[in-house]
C-alpha cells in the first residue's frame, strides 16, 4: 500500500487536509501553532478501488526543542513515504527554509506536490498564488481546504499516483476447498487475537516512552514537555500470533488546568477507550499515586477495561522499597484491585518486554467464556461456604447463572428476588470466581435477573 505523507510548517492545513481526505474529523485542528505533534496514520479510500495510508505529520518547526523533535519526525515520515504532499500558507509571502525544504524533497525523486492552501477566491489566486511559481514545482495547486475549492484537480493528481487495486476474486460456495469449510471455526478462533490497549495517564508520566519501547521504534515524539502528545496515536504490531493495536493517549490533567486543544484530546481519549480492550494505567513511580491517577483509573472501572498498571521510572523511585510502593498503590485504587502491577522504566527498557506476555494474559482471559456447567457448579460452591442471605424474612434464591457476554465477562444470575441480593454478597460471588477461574487483571460483571417460573411468580 502506497504512503502518502502530508508535511510543511504549523498552521498551514496539514490536519484539515488529512481530515478532508478521510471524509471525518479524525485529527485535531486547531489555530493553535503545534497542535499535531505526532504522525497520525489511516487508510483512505478513492473512488473505491484505491486505497492508500495517509500521514499526518507534525508541522516543521526549529524554535523550540520540542518543535524540532516534530519537525524532525516529519521529515523523517516524508523520506518514508512514497508520494509527498507539501503545503504552504497562500496568505503568506513564499519563505525561503520552505522553499529549500521542498527542495531537498524535491532531489529524493518521488511524487511530489506543491499545496497552495488558503487561496480562498478568485482574487487570491491572480494576486497570491502565483508568487509560489519560484518553488519550480512541477505539480503545484491552488486550493482551500476550509472552503472546499480547487480540490478536484489536485484530487485527479493524486490518483494518478495510486494504482487501483485488482479486482477481488469471488468464489462461489461450491469452489470453496472443503478443509477450508472444516477449519472455519478454527478462523474465526483466529480473529479473536486482535485487540486495541490503551496507554492512559497523568501528563508526562512516560506513556509515549513506554509506546516506543514496546514497538521498539521512536514512533512517537518524547518531551519533558507535559502535553506533547495530543491526537492519540495508534501502533500495530504482532506478537506471539496475537495482532495487538497500542494507543498512545493525550495525558490527563486536572479538568481546571485543561486549556485550549487539550479538551479535545481529553474528549478524543475518553472515545478511545469505548473501543478499547485492555488499559495500560502509567503510574510515575517517582511521585506515587495521586489524585488525578485515582480519577484517571475511575476510566478503567467505567469502561470496564481489562487493566495492567505500570509503574513507570522504577529507575527514579527515590528511597521507595517495591512492597510500599505496592501496598500504596493497592491502598489508593481499591476498585483495581483485581488489576496486576508491574514496575519498569521506558526509558532504561526495565521488565518492558514482561508486559506483551501480560496483557495477553490479560486479553485471554478478558475474552473468556466460562462454560455453563462449570459457572454453575462454582455458583454452588460458594452458596454452600457462605449462603444467600435472606432480607426481612424473604428468602433469596440464586436459581442458576449463565455468562451471556464477553469482553468484559457478564454474568446473569436468575434470582427469585433480584432486588433483595444484596451487593455485599455479589461481591463475594465475583470474588470467588475471579478465584476459581482466573480473571487476574478483569473486570466480571454480575447482574442479577428475575426468575421467570412460576413457583417464583407465587412466593412473591
Not at 495510508?53 to 518547526?61: A, F, K, R
Not at 484530546?265 to 477507550?273: D, P, Q, S, V
Not at 485471554?364 to 449462603?387: D, G, V
Request: hydrophobic letters at 35%.
Amino acid at each position: 500500500m502506497k504512503k502518502v505523507a502530508i508535511v510543511g510548517r504549523p498552521n498551514v492545513g496539514k490536519s484539515s487536509l488529512f481530515n478532508r481526505l478521510l471524509k471525518k474529523r479524525d485529527a485535531i485542528t486547531s489555530d493553535v501553532s503545534g497542535t499535531t505533534r505526532d504522525v497520525k496514520k489511516s487508510v483512505v479510500t478513492m473512488l473505491e478501488e484505491r486505497e492508500f495510508e495517509l500521514l499526518d505529520t507534525g508541522g516543521i518547526d526549529y524554535s523550540s526543542e520540542l518543535f524540532s523533535k516534530v519537525g524532525d519526525k516529519a521529515i523523517e515520515a516524508a523520506k518514508e513515504a512514497d508520494i509527498i504532499l507539501y503545503m504552504v500558507d497562500g496568505k503568506s509571502i513564499p519563505d525561503q527554509e520552505d522553499k529549500e525544504r521542498f527542495w531537498e524533497l524535491q532531489s529524493l525523486n518521488k511524487p511530489i506536490a506543491l499545496l497552495v492552501n488558503k487561496i480562498d477566491n478568485d482574487k487570491e489566486m491572480q494576486e497570491k498564488f502565483w508568487e509560489f511559481a519560484e518553488f519550480g514545482a512541477e505539480n503545484v495547486f491552488g486550493i482551500s481546504v476550509s472552503h472546499n475549492r480547487g480540490l478536484n484537480p489536485f484530487y485527479k493528481w493524486l490518483e494518478g499516483q495510486i494504482p487501483p487495486e485488482s479486482a477481488p476474486q469471488i468464489i462461489e460456495d461450491d469452489d470453496i476447498p472443503l478443509e477450508l469449510l472444516l477449519n472455519e471455526s478454527e478462523e474465526e478462533q483466529e480473529e479473536e487475537k486482535v485487540f486495541k490497549v490503551a496507554i492512559i495517564g497523568r501528563v508526562n508520566t512516560g506513556k509515549s516512552s513506554l509506546l516506543n519501547a514496546l514497538i521498539k521504534e521512536d514512533r512517537v515524539v518524547v518531551s519533558d514537555v507535559a502535553g506533547t502528545t495530543i491526537d492519540p496515536i495508534d501502533e500495530t504490531i504482532t506478537y506471539d500470533d496475537y495482532e495487538i493495536t497500542f494507543v498512545d493517549t493525550a495525558g490527563i490533567r486536572r479538568r481546571s488546568k485543561i486549556l485550549g486543544i487539550e479538551k479535545y484530546a481529553l474528549n478524543r481519549t475518553e472515545n478511545m477507550l469505548k473501543d478499547a480492550d485492555i488499559a495500560l494505567l502509567v503510574i510515575d513511580a517517582s511521585v506515587g499515586v495521586t489524585e488525578l491517577d485515582e480519577r484517571i483509573a475511575g476510566l478503567v472501572d467505567k469502561y470496564k477495561l481489562g487493566c495492567l498498571i505500570v509503574l513507570n521510572k522504577w529507575d527514579i523511585r527515590g528511597e521507595k522499597e517495591y512492597k510500599e510502593a505496592i501496598e500504596e498503590v493497592r491502598d489508593e485504587l481499591k476498585f483495581l484491585h483485581y488489576a496486576p502491577i508491574i514496575t519498569i522504566s521506558a526509558k532504561t527498557g526495565q521488565r518492558v518486554h514482561k508486559i506483551l506476555d501480560k496483557i495477553i494474559e490479560i486479553y485471554k482471559r478478558y475474552s473468556y467464556r466460562i462454560p455453563t456447567s462449570k459457572l454453575n457448579e462454582a455458583i454452588k460452591m460458594a452458596i454452600a461456604r457462605h449462603h444467600v442471605p435472606s432480607h426481612h424474612g424473604q428468602v433469596v434464591k440464586i436459581k442458576y447463572a449463565t455468562q451471556f457476554d464477553t469482553k468484559h465477562p457478564r454474568i446473569a444470575l436468575i434470582v427469585n428476588r433480584p432486588h433483595l441480593l444484596h451487593f455485599s454478597y455479589q461481591r463475594y460471588l465475583t470474588n470467588f470466581l475471579r478465584d476459581q477461574f482466573d480473571f487476574e487483571g478483569v473486570p466480571i460483571e454480575l447482574i442479577p435477573r428475575k426468575s421467570s417460573d412460576r413457583h417464583d411468580k407465587e412466593e412473591n
